[in-house]
């Protein structure tokens, strides 16, 4: 049996809400039992989603703890989600105790979850903000207290980008974000594709999109125009499960969703 712990103030329990069940399906615990049950009815009708939520996030462990490893200390995660299993300052603490990580997410319910659970503002702390408003989320205060632009920066925009469609502009909304990185800093994508399961992607757009957060699902091209400006770090941009594997299995690509890679910038 599942004991369901306090929601923070203002956070409505009788409704489900997107992040709280991907953070049941990565089998976070700051889900309550209307999320459960909504995902629940999700994988019913496509199991696919489970899988894809789950290569998305072992593929931001991956890049986080790889950028730790080269010694990237500050980290700004846009579109973040809730601060879930592994998340990024906890992946990239393991390397270096001081990492600075701001989380951005324009969702209010993720919000008010997320400051809860980074009250203590330790090098690490949750902002509400747009991804359609780079330069509100550059002025923001707290980004400006713990992130250094004059340093190399991890740009994280994973599983963000394929909810931006053509005609709201993402390639410039990323090159807006990227502009004030200092060299050394990075970009980290990972992005939906239809490339390799056509039919079974197609069904989760249509479904996402009934559930009013449609997607763009782009192919390869479309998600490396993304990293324009940036130097494609080995092994460049691959379905998520083949970055950097830790360890080495052999992949399906008609069960792959997600594209996902990590640039440099010179």
Do not use: C
């Amino acid at each position: 049996m599942i004991h369901e712990h306090s929601a923070p103030d203002g956070v409505d329990v009788t409704v489900p809400n997107p992040a709280r069940v991907y953070d049941y399906a990565l089998g976070g615990k700051n889900n309550y039992a209307v999320d459960r049950e909504a995902a629940e009815k999700v994988f019913a009708a496509a199991p696919e989603m489970r899988a894809m939520a789950r290569q998305n996030r072992w593929f931001l462990g991956r890049a986080v703890r790889f950028l730790a490893e080269s010694g990237v200390r500050q980290f700004l995660d846009i579109g973040s989600g809730l601060p879930t299993q592994q998340n990024v300052h906890e992946v990239a603490r393991e390397t270096l105790p001081d990492a600075r990580v701001v989380y951005v997410d324009h969702d209010p319910v993720v919000a008010a979850h997320g400051e809860a659970l980074l009250a203590d503002g330790r090098n690490a702390a949750f902002v509400r903000g747009d991804l359609r408003a780079p330069e509100e989320i550059l002025a923001h205060p707290e980004v400006e207290r713990l992130i250094d632009f004059r340093e190399p920066v991890a740009l994280l925009l994973v599983a963000i980008l394929h909810f931006i469609p053509e005609e709201e502009r993402p390639l410039e909304l990323v090159e807006r974000l990227a502009a004030p990185l200092a060299p050394g800093s990075h970009i980290v994508v990972s992005h939906v594709t239809s490339e390799f399961s056509p039919v079974e992607v197609g069904r989760l757009v249509a479904l996402s999109a009934r559930a009013g957060a449609p997607w763009v699902a782009r192919d390869r091209a479309g998600v490396l125009a993304f990293f324009d400006g940036f130097e494609p770090v080995e092994p460049g941009l691959v379905t998520a499960p083949e970055w950097r594997p830790t360890v080495a299995r052999e992949v399906d690509r008609e069960k792959m969703f997600v594209y996902a890679g990590v640039g440099r910038k010179p």
